[in-house]
């Protein structure tokens, strides 16, 4: 069974900083675009970034310049670095993944969500 675990949430002020990693594990024959999305209260969930397994990265506009998304591959993990962080910032925080199974059938699979807090 794949499992996503991110860690690296929080409290963090207007103007900081914060890094998040996702963690995957489990049989995979093949990991491709990894992800984080997150959802504020009475919002719908959207997309913060991606990055393909080539490294090639999209980024929601509201973010861009501020946060970076990079993977390490040998680790099966995908980081999130948050700088310039602003109240609106502030949500639920979901890791990521599309892959092939040992099966070779395409899935994709969530992590539980991490708390991000950005106060004014």
């Known amino acids: 069974q794949v499992q996503l675990v991110e860690s690296g949430g929080g409290l963090v002020q207007t103007g900081g900083s914060l890094t998040l990693s996702c963690a995957v594990s489990g049989r995979i024959l093949r990991s491709d675009v990894m992800g984080w999305y997150r959802q504020a209260p009475g919002k719908q969930r959207e997309m913060v970034a991606t990055?393909?397994?080539?490294?090639?990265?999209n980024y929601a506009y509201s973010v861009l310049g501020r946060f970076t998304i990079s993977r390490d591959s040998a680790k099966n993990t995908v980081y999130l670095q948050m700088n310039s962080l602003k109240p609106e910032d502030t949500a639920v925080y979901y890791c990521?993944?599309?892959?092939?199974?040992?099966?070779?059938?395409?899935?994709?699979?969530w992590g539980q969500g991490i708390q991000v807090t950005v106060s004014s």
């Open positions: 990521n993944l599309q892959y092939l199974t040992d099966s070779w059938y395409p899935s994709g699979a």
């Open positions: 990055i393909t397994s080539g490294g090639s990265t």
